[in-house]
């Protein structure tokens, strides 16, 4: 089944620790692209990826990293973690990075920073 | 840059009734427009897209939506409401062109429908 998998699904930790939350896409797709869902903003986009080894911000990256070492793996990471990155978070995937390409969405990570 | 404005945070409507999402839109270029629907607890699943072409485009699980350029509208409809489909619904745009242009939300429309 094509599918965007994301872990874990629910996640609380304490301000600072370091964590990271997978995901993954068996759809052989180039572009990949994190966003946090915060109640009455919509999706904001964190970072994406165009292919392997290029990422680039979106409209919020402030605390957060990524990386693309291959193709079906974008990892999202929080260095040290605040109550502001309470969210939550979902990854993405498309074929290509056209305007025109569907994206598909993973089940989504619920993050709770204390 | 671009953006959606859905003015309704909610909308509630009875079963068996046609329904009707609201969005607005704003680009520089040509707009590419899109419709996600998400459930509780689950990830965002999509419903349809207007890329060009025919003002009216048809999506899945019975849902349209009509494309107007004049108006700068992509309104979501459904011709008979279904209680399943209770849900928040997020129209979302993406312009052209200029290298990654993410997709924008907007901040979504809470569809209640009632038996």
């Known amino acids: 089944e094509a599918q965007v998998t994301q872990n874990p699904r629910y996640l609380i930790t304490v301000t600072g620790k370091k964590l990271t939350v997978t995901c993954s896409q068996n759809?052989?797709?180039?572009?990949m692209s994190w966003y946090r869902q915060d109640p009455g903003l919509g999706l904001r986009q964190i970072y994406y990826s165009m292919n392997v080894e290029v990422t680039d911000k979106g409209d919020v990256p402030e605390g957060y990293k990524v990386s693309r070492k291959e193709k079906r793996n974008f990892p999202l990471i929080l260095e040290s973690p605040s109550p502001n990155q309470t969210s939550l978070y979902f990854c993405?995937?498309?074929?290509?990075?056209?305007?025109?390409?569907?994206?598909?969405f993973g089940p989504g990570t619920r993050l709770t920073v204390l | 840059a671009q953006s959606v404005a859905q003015p309704e945070d909610q909308v509630n409507v009875a079963e068996g009734n046609p329904l009707t999402v609201k969005c607005t839109y704003s680009v520089s270029g040509n707009p590419y427009l899109f419709w996600y629907v998400q459930y509780p607890n689950r990830g965002l699943q999509f419903l349809l897209k207007y890329i060009t072409g025919d003002n009216l485009v048809k999506g899945s699980y019975g849902f349209e939506a009509e494309f107007n350029k004049s108006q700068t509208s992509f309104h979501l409809k459904k011709p008979s409401a279904l209680v399943s489909d209770s849900a928040l619904y997020f129209c979302a745009v993406r312009d052209f062109p200029s290298g990654n242009t993410p997709l924008v939300f907007g901040k979504g429309t809470r569809l209640s429908v009632i038996a």
């Open positions: 993405a995937s498309s074929l290509s990075g056209q305007v025109t390409d569907t994206q598909y």
């Open positions: 759809m052989n797709h180039e572009y």
